[in-house]
Structure formats: structure tokens, C-alpha cells
């Protein structure tokens, strides 16, 4: 997703503070609205939040499922994970996220 926007127009939450809460360990919509407040008015952002928890990288289109299956794999820093799905090989953006699914294995 290029730049920053409004996600949850309700509780004025943006792309990036998702984004930061997933990289402080949220990985489900109950997390996300219990660390940012989205999703907790109306509710018509979670489709697009569960949309943001499932990517990990949007420049290679390597979602969360691919990461946490290379870190189970054995993956163990951000080169390694990003050798095998691309994730963090582009732009770096993602990378303190794939760090953060490396020490949680999740």
C-alpha cells in the first residue's frame, strides 16, 4: 500500500499505526483493536485491516502465512526469510516487521 491513509475513519487510525502494531505483535483484528482503537466504532474497516494483517510485503506480495511458514522452516534473520519469500528485499520497509515474526515465531 503506497503511503499513508486514513483506515478507520471512526477512531482516525492510519495504515501505519496498524502497520506499527504489527510490529509490536499484533496479529489478529482483536489485537489490532485493542492496541489502536480501529474497528472499535462502526466496524466497516475490518475487511481492509484483516487485508493489512494478512501482507507482510507489499513489494514482493508476500503475505504473513509465507514468513511465519519460513521462519518455521528455519529462517532465522531477515536475510534468510527474505532469500526465500522476497519479503524485505526491495524497499526494507517490511524488515523490523519480519524481525518481530522471527522472535515470536508468529
Known amino acids: 500500500m ?3 491513509k486514513i483506515i478507520c475513519h471512526c ?3 492510519d495504515y501505519i499505526t496498524i502497520r506499527k502494531a ?3 505483535g499484533a496479529r489478529t483484528l482483536d489485537e489490532i483493536k485493542e492496541m489502536t482503537g480501529a474497528a472499535t466504532g462502526c466496524g466497516r474497516c475490518a475487511g481492509e485491516i484483516e ?3 494478512a501482507s507482510v510485503c507489499g513489494c514482493k506480495n508476500t503475505s504473513l502465512e ?3 511458514n519460513a521462519v518455521k522452516n ?3 534473520t531477515v536475510e534468510e526469510v527474505g532469500e526465500i519469500t522476497g519479503a524485505g528485499t526491495a524497499c526494507g520497509r517490511c524488515k523490523a516487521l519480519i524481525q518481530n515474526v522471527i522472535e515470536l515465531k508468529k
Request: charged share 20%; no cysteine.
Open 11 to 13: 477512531k482516525n487510525v
Open 22 to 24: 504489527m510490529i509490536q
Open 74 to 76: 528455519g529462517a532465522e
Open 51 to 53: 487485508k493489512i494483517l
Open 66 to 68: 509465507d514468513v511465519v
Open 2 to 4: 503506497a503511503g499513508n
